[in-house]
């Protein structure tokens, strides 16, 4: 394994591969066979069809929650086949449309509740996935916000952290990411398609969400996203900061180099001067005092692509923000995942709790 | 990381850790911090100390289903700590009796259903764990059989493949297994374990399972004892040997040293005169014929402890079994785990629920 982009995308992200769900035997064996980053993207597709060949399988066999599980494996090979290989954008696209189909198959073997919600935005449309935690009626709602690589596709078991205490989740693409990123860019004033979202849920009681208990989640550049949207939209209760800067604009100069040529592609960036000035654009600054909600912040000291003094001053310029750092997280903790995630959904379960009294 | 019995555990059971619950991070930390393997145990019951102490301070907060999640992970931790390890017994026993304190607090936590049972065997007792499928009445039954070195402590996550199946779940320290091989030693005829169990569980129809529908599934040395279990027991309806050999005997000299030690350990040999004697007697040679019972044989043509042409001439000399052989499995394949469980949760649910026909 020579490859710099390689080395980058395993030396920042493994943890984050297996917490969400992939097989820690998957990640070695294709990790480890690969010379040319240029393979990335097919060695990862290879490995979501033969996930996908056992659902197909297992399903004609009638056995659909194996189906399912599999289904669920399919979907993060895609996802993360192109999360940030931009080597060619046909394939790119390709995968990413397989990891919204496996995500869908999914969802009809192993929670039939669940619902892609296709939202008018701006002259497009913005793209969700709704889950509902059984035998719960009128369930506060937890906004999962990705980051600047990651989609909806990535959190089908990051949701069921949050649907096991009794919450409902939507996992929204928005503004440059997944689905939503075909017809959208990267923008600072992301909260704008969460509010949409919002909108667009509040005419749809059919749904029995409790819409006065919401929260909002994001992990890494949507710890962004997050407390943005609590600072702009007062429907939003108790907001969780992941892995999260203060201000974009100075950290993307030193990002590995697949991560900004992501950046680049979702920001819609001509050249890296564009690029660096729609980051200085995505700044904290002026914003936090508005975030008034109860707000977590969650961080890891050892995060090599944020430094953690970030994670101090979101929680210092916030008026009602608590700050868990721990000292052996990396980025997004996913290292200590059962560590931060427990507490995401416990903190977020407690504070939407109380916003019921 | 230099010490060649680190290398063999590492080398030869990673996958295991992982596939049964344990943290990839954690194991990575763990083993690339150890030099010398005298240091492992106390290295593993850190770790469960960390887990139990996350547990209890989850409890405090009133965070019952996170607790519940960290004993399952200090359980793991206690038990990995001693499972090959006897350098120094009482540090053995110990860490052993952690990991069954662990596990009460688990069920207590996760699965209040869950029951101990403490089973009269020849003078002294037997221990299993019994866990049923929420929502069905009158339950088929699979006993789960551990190995040489593993014991129901191990098991959690794996009941957890055949409780979703519908089907409820014993774990069993058989002769020379967990608690019960605190008196106990490794026998040939191990069989005499699961006999008394299902004897016992005859007289509880409190229980409300079905013992006309009763699988036996066994992994690694496990897969001796599976079918030898159904051989001997007709209530057994279907059994399932994953990684077993065919005739312990032929394996026991070339087993790492740590292995080794463990099978002298357990079975009470005074050398390894003794212990290659004991192992002679451990053969499915004549036993197969006997096993007339829908058998599936799950085997992986990588497995570095055990030939994989033991798995075909146990498949060979059963007359109504199935080989599943994967070319790319090891051990136990828990290099796929995502191939070898729902396949033996499946067909087990098939069988059993053909059996009630």
Redesign the interface.
Known sequence: MSDERIEAATANWA?RF?SQGV???DFG?ITSGLERWEDWLDAWCANGDM?AD?ARE?EE?G?L??AG??WV?AALSYHFAKFVWMVDLDKHRDASDRAVSAIRETHRLLDPTAERLEIPFEGAQMVANLRRPPGVERPPLVLLLPGLDSTKEEFFRWEDVFL??GMATVSLDGPGQGETGYHTHIRADYEVGPIALLDHLAGRSDLDLDLDRVGVVGVSLGGYYAPRTAAFEPRVKAVCAIGGAHSFGELIADRPSISRETFMHHSGAKDLDEAQAIANEMTLTGVLPKVTQPFLVIFGRQDRLVPYEHAERVAGEAPNAELVMYPEGNHVC??????YR??A??WMAEHLGEAAR
């Open positions: 943890p297996t097989d820690p035997s064996r996930h056992l297992a066999r056995r929650l194996s599980d599999a494996r096991a205490r996913n290292n200590i995942p059962y560590k427990p507490l959904g416990d």
